[in-house]
């Protein structure tokens, strides 16, 4: 099946009758109280933006209370208690619940359309990912409202956090919460780089894919990578605080900095996880606003994938007055100082882009663009400012870190974010945003800005530390801190603003936006509720440009995929590289069971956290179910083998193997596991290298038979299943479920004899680090041998309910993978822990 020249495309075929309307009626909406259960990126992607605009809201009202308490020495408004919990949900909520979610949001809404595509490939993950985060989200914010909210810093360092020091339930809502939280945030990101891997237009080359798209892929990729550590960190803390497992007590041989590692490997590089979509989206501005082509578009690209790369060697950025020994401190700080070339880049670019092109003068995105470059740079200055060793120890702690720190994110993303909504605003309903407020909105909130920040510069360099609820009058800060809080005000001012603008303009009735930019790329086409009406075959990164007619062939379905041939919604499946069509996918439709999960996961980490424990599990086993509902209606066979996409070009229906999008998404969820486990057993080697001796008096290892045997039994178990693999090619569904039983029923015998003989050998997680180390790399073997219980008694179930077959066997396969990862895990987990003690 050849996808279809150059030559045949557009077709000048008169379309069938009746195609368009099939169309809209497999993409049609639900309504109503039925909207729960959207899974379609155009609306999905509209709820999260939303709702992390509404966190945007909610955390501003608390950084406004800081600044009220702030405003004046001495100020009684809140007591040190109320100031540190407020304190720590304004930074937990900016950082957790609105920076790293509103990209992902806009990247969920825009992509699709930017790619050419009718939707991202797995929907009801974007959907299930969307309604974790806000449930869990939401939850974890009312804490305030009952007095249980944390209180130890949004970063969370123990001793501080640990169960001595803070007895309550705050810092387990914390730990349980935003650990859940990342684990959506991580969905989003496994859908994303699928999405864009696989789904582009059909010439849609890596060269010619849009910049924005480039951002969200090295972004989504650095989250498979640095989420996993804040996952094992808050797992670990958690864990120390419900079971006095002491990781983190150096009485007991643990080490609080181990949390800093592992918090700092994944915050260091979440400030880029910020700033690159926002950087993306630049880019896909400055163009249009300049009405001209983006200057060194390729450097530019290079440039996100430098940052990308350079930020894992930056989280001891943050640990320059830890303790850490020079060469780690001279390697840092050079990183430090090597990560601003790409940035420039970026922002040379940018400048040189504006200077060759023909700027439309004061319109909203071009304002928000221009404040963009000037904050943000000021805080890339101050950022090599605190990579000198020297001055960062004069001034870590103060709040010349707090200046830097919202220099480079309010500069850094939100106020791209905020050129974004003025710029792809018409996508949503035809209209623009009001040019006369936008002014206004832009005058306050710039000048607000730096007049509440750009003082706490000169308030740290005299001396002022970070998160104190009060100061005396006598230190010389009163009048900075109360223009910081004018300041403070009147950016808030500004959204304010912003926002009532926005609630006037989401009820205006929805048109056709005409492309008011001139922009160049395909989010710009006419859009239904499925899409476009055809997916475009493009030549050039810039196809509205190259391409003048390309609209009018697009709407008139003369491009490929103009209807729907199963009845339901349906995308192209590119080649990764060069965008070659490869085969048609059939989505899934709306569904209330991502909904049910979201719910059934969030209550099950919340109502943990209170100890209602009953309630908890049945909510986890309610989740459990929702998706193995949802897993069962998506694993089927094709509705025919071939499907014309277009006129003569006949591609194949689903794929199997290495060739679907859903291996894939296995292979990055494991390399995401893979990343928590390489956290976990870095816990065990550096509390390991921290003892005087391994194992530690009181501790001991079983005897070699033990892992020897379940290493056997391990490696049994991935052979058995590789056999059921080969038992459904031939065709012997029988011999599949049983040697799929045979498989489960090894590897609970591998755990088994594992954890019986740790058991005989006494260990004792509660007596030492090293112990809780070794107990938490086999409690997470454990968890992963309960997973694949459940998914291989699903194959068997599918396999009984003649489900399981030779075109339908994504189910097998993906377990497949798991299993073999699972077995691999396994053995280095007990090679890490019997060999470590030889060194």
């Given amino acids: 099946m050849t996808p279809a020249p150059d030559k045949q495309l557009p077709s000048s075929l008169p ?20 909207l729960f259960s959207a899974v379609n990126n155009s609306q999905v992607g509209l709820f999260y933006i939303g709702v992390s605009l509404l966190f945007l809201l909610l955390a501003g009202v608390l950084g406004l209370m800081m600044r009220a308490q702030l405003a004046l020495p001495d100020n009684a408004l809140m007591s040190a208690q109320t100031y540190n919990q407020v304190f720590t949900m304004h930074g937990t909520v900016m950082m957790f619940l609105f920076a790293v979610p509103v990209v992902e949001a806009i990247a969920v809404y825009l992509l699709p359309p930017m790619l050419g595509a009718r939707d991202l490939p797995f929907p009801r993950l974007s959907a299930y990912a969307f309604w974790a985060y806000a449930i869990g989200g939401l939850a ?14 949004w970063f969370m360092y123990p001793p501080l956090t640990g169960k001595e020091h803070s007895p309550g339930l705050g810092a387990d809502f914390w730990l349980l ?30 060269g010619r894919m849009p910049v924005f798209a480039w951002a969200m892929l090295v972004t989504a990729l650095m989250i498979v990578f640095a989420f996993p550590a804040i996952i094992a960190g808050t797992l670990l803390l958690e864990l120390e605080r419900a079971f006095d497992w ?3 007590i150096p009485a007991r041989g643990g080490d609080p900095l181990l949390w800093q590692h592992l918090f700092w490997f994944f915050g260091h590089p979440e400030v880029y996880i910020i700033f690159l979509p926002a950087a993306g989206m630049v880019s896909m501005m400055v163009p249009s606003m300049a009405r001209t082509s983006l200057v060194a578009q390729r450097a530019i690209v290079i440039a996100l994938v430098a940052v990308g790369v350079i930020s894992f060697a930056l989280w001891a950025h943050h640990m320059f007055t830890a303790g850490l020994s020079r060469y780690a401190l001279y390697f840092v700080s050079a990183a430090s100082f090597a990560v601003a070339i790409p940035s420039a880049v970026q922002v040379f670019a940018w400048i040189a882009t504006l200077r060759r092109g023909r700027v439309r003068p004061l319109q909203a995105p071009t304002l928000f663009l221009l404040g963009f470059h000037f904050i943000f740079v000021l805080g890339g200055l101050t950022g090599v400012m605190v990579a000198v060793l020297p001055f960062n120890w004069q001034v870590h702690d103060t709040y010349f870190i707090v200046a830097h720190l919202h220099y480079v994110l309010i500069g850094g993303m939100v106020f791209p974010v905020f050129a974004g909504l003025y710029y792809w605003a018409p996508v949503l309903n035809g209209h623009r945003l009001s040019e006369r407020l936008a002014r206004w909105v832009f005058g306050l909130m710039f000048g607000g800005f730096n007049l509440a920040f750009f003082p706490m510069h000169i308030t740290g360099l005299l001396g002022m530390p970070r998160r104190v609820y009060t100061y005396s009058a006598d230190m010389g800060w009163n009048g900075l801190n109360l223009l910081s809080s004018v300041g ?16 006037r303009f989401v009820f205006k009735k929805k048109k056709q936006h005409g492309n008011p930019w001139r922009a160049a790329t395909l989010e710009w086409l006419p859009q239904g509720d499925y899409g476009v009406r055809s997916i475009p075959r493009i030549a050039s990164s810039e196809p509205l440009w190259d391409q003048p007619a390309l609209g009018e062939e697009v709407a008139a379905g003369r491009h490929f995929l103009p209807g729907t041939h199963s009845g339901q919604r349906e995308t192209l499946v590119t080649s990764w590289r060069k965008a070659v069509p490869q085969h048609l996918l059939v989505l899934p439709t709306d569904s209330w069971w991502p909904f049910i999960a979201a719910a059934g996961t969030a209550g099950f980490f919340l109502l943990l956290t209170v100890g209602w424990v009953v309630t908890a599990f049945a909510c986890g086993i309610a989740a459990v179910a929702a998706i193995v509902i949802w897993l069962w209606q998506t694993d089927n066979p094709p509705h025919a083998a071939t499907a014309e996409v277009a006129d003569g070009v006949f591609l194949p229906v689903g794929a199997r193997g290495s060739a679907s999008h859903s291996w894939w998404a296995m292979v990055i969820l494991l390399c995401v596991d893979a990343s928590v486990f390489a956290s976990l057993v870095f816990a065990h080697v550096h509390v390991a290298m921290a003892a005087e001796v391994c194992p530690p008096p009181g501790a001991s290892l079983p005897q070699w038979g033990w892992p020897v045997a379940s290493a056997a039994l391990l490696l049994a178990g991935s052979a058995a299943m590789r056999g059921a693999q080969a038992m459904l090619s031939r065709g012997r569904k029988t011999g599949v479920w049983v040697l799929v039983l045979l498989a489960v029923l090894c590897l609970l015998a591998a755990a088994g004899l594992d954890g019986w003989g740790h058991r005989l050998a ?26 694949l219980t459940v998914m291989g008694l699903y194959v068997c179930a599918r396999s009984a309910a003649g489900k399981l077959r030779a075109d339908a066997r994504a189910s097998l396969d993906n377990t497949v993978v798991l299993w073999h990862y699972v077995t691999l895990q396994g053995l280095a987990g007990m090679g890490v822990i019997y060999l470590m003690p030889l060194f």
Avoid: N
Wanted: glycine share 12%.
């Fill in 15 to 34: 379309r069938p009758p009746g195609e368009l309307e099939a169309l809209e009626r497999a993409w049609a909406p639900p309504t109503g109280w039925r």
């Fill in 140 to 153: 974890f914010f009312c804490t305030l409202f009952f007095g249980v909210s944390p209180d130890g810093g």
């Fill in 177 to 206: 919460g935003i650990g859940f939280i990342e684990i959506s945030a991580i969905a989003g990101a496994i859908e994303l780089i699928i999405g864009i891997l696989m789904t582009r237009a059909p010439g849609m080359t890596l």
């Fill in 246 to 248: 002491p990781f983190f």
């Fill in 488 to 503: 403070a005000f009147i950016l808030a001012l500004g959204v304010g603003l912003f926002f009532a603008d926005a609630a």
């Fill in 762 to 787: 006494g260990l004792r997680p509660a007596a030492s680090a090293w112990s809780a180390t070794v107990a938490a790399l086999l409690a997470w073997q454990g968890f992963h041998v309960l997973v």
